[in-house]
């Protein structure tokens, strides 16, 4: 098992070693032991306290089940609480569950509006899921000139195989004019919104 990215549930990417040292650092001792209840038990501990991080954390281990019940609505309500302190993995959880409709009705419209804030803030995972709604249209018009934006940007953050496949096969049906003005806007996403988030590290 991956220990840095750990994917849990369909689509859902909790990165359980970013941010600061002290919030969670027990429980992610313990999630990297496999020990998924002790895990547990201390991300609720911080979670209760308000700690971002941890309620993100404890969300991601309510939509696989791990060291929990899978529960749908208190992995949504987790993920609510640490998205609304701007903590950009839970946003990018919360924008999942709203595409989805899981814990909470589909919502298209709250979705795009999740994944932006996390994606603007070098959330990957975000970056990825906003180039999936602009390339099909989901809750938004049809853009691959966004959608190839996006991807290239999710690809250039993590050096990730999957976007950069995606951006190519898009880059196929566009037209060459399509493709300057989406590499250029990528150029600008990457300068804005994975520049400074690598910077802060």
Request: glycine share 12%; aromatic share 12%; charged share 20%.
């Amino acid at each position: 098992m991956n220990l840095r990215k750990v994917a849990i549930g369909v689509g859902v990417v909790s990165v359980l070693c970013s941010g600061p040292a002290w919030a969670g650092a027990a429980g992610e001792a313990a999630f990297r032991a496999g020990d998924y209840a002790a895990a547990a038990r201390d991300f609720m501990e911080e979670a209760d306290m308000g700690v971002a991080k941890s309620q993100s954390h404890l969300a991601a281990l309510y939509v696989g089940g791990l060291g929990v019940p899978q529960d749908d609505a208190k992995a949504f309500g987790w993920y609510r609480k640490a998205a609304e302190q701007g903590y950009a993995n839970a946003q990018y959880g919360l924008g999942y569950m709203y595409l989805e409709g899981r814990g909470v009705p589909r919502d298209y419209g709250k979705a795009l509006e999740w994944f932006q804030k996390a994606a603007r803030k070098g959330q990957a995972g975000a970056q990825n899921g906003l180039a999936t709604m602009y390339e099909r249209g989901t809750g938004v018009s049809r853009d691959y000139v966004q959608a190839y934006a996006w991807y290239n940007t999710s690809a250039a953050n993590l050096d990730d195989l999957g976007a950069a496949t995606h951006r190519e096969i898009l880059e196929a049906r566009m037209k060459p004019a399509q493709v300057q003005e989406a590499q250029k806007l990528s150029r600008e996403y990457f300068e804005k919104y994975v520049v400074p988030f690598r910077v802060a590290d």
